[in-house]
């Protein structure tokens, strides 16, 4: 069940590194480009891109390891998803997750 209202996030993601969704709102399909790379599509047309996406990814339980999640908008329908390490090489992490907030649609 999502949270919508005026302070709810517009869309949000999580999915695998296979682009296998596991539970999103208002998202349609991820598409991995690159190692650590993802167009994630939106079901939904935010009115400019003057949005911010909140990423983040993990490698699930029992690692330690520091991994960051960075997003960016892409167009007003697409974002772009990278995940790497703290050295900046790109990985594929099993736990990916994004939100994104902006005007309403």
């Known amino acids: 069940m999502a949270f919508v209202g005026m302070n ?3 869309a949000w993601v999580s999915f695998s590194s296979d682009n296998s969704i596991r539970d999103s709102y208002n998202v349609s399909s991820v598409a991995r480009y690159s190692t650590g790379n993802f167009a994630v599509n939106l079901s939904i047309t935010l009115p400019s891109t003057d949005y911010v996406v909140v990423s983040g990814a993990s490698n699930g339980t029992g690692s330690n390891a520091v991994y960051l999640g960075s997003g960016w908008p ?25 939100a994104v907030f902006g005007d309403r649609y």
């Open 8 to 10: 709810a996030a517009n």
């Open 74 to 98: 892409s167009s007003t329908t697409q974002f772009y998803h990278a995940t790497h390490w703290t050295n900046g090489t790109a990985y594929d992490r099993t736990h990916n997750f994004s």
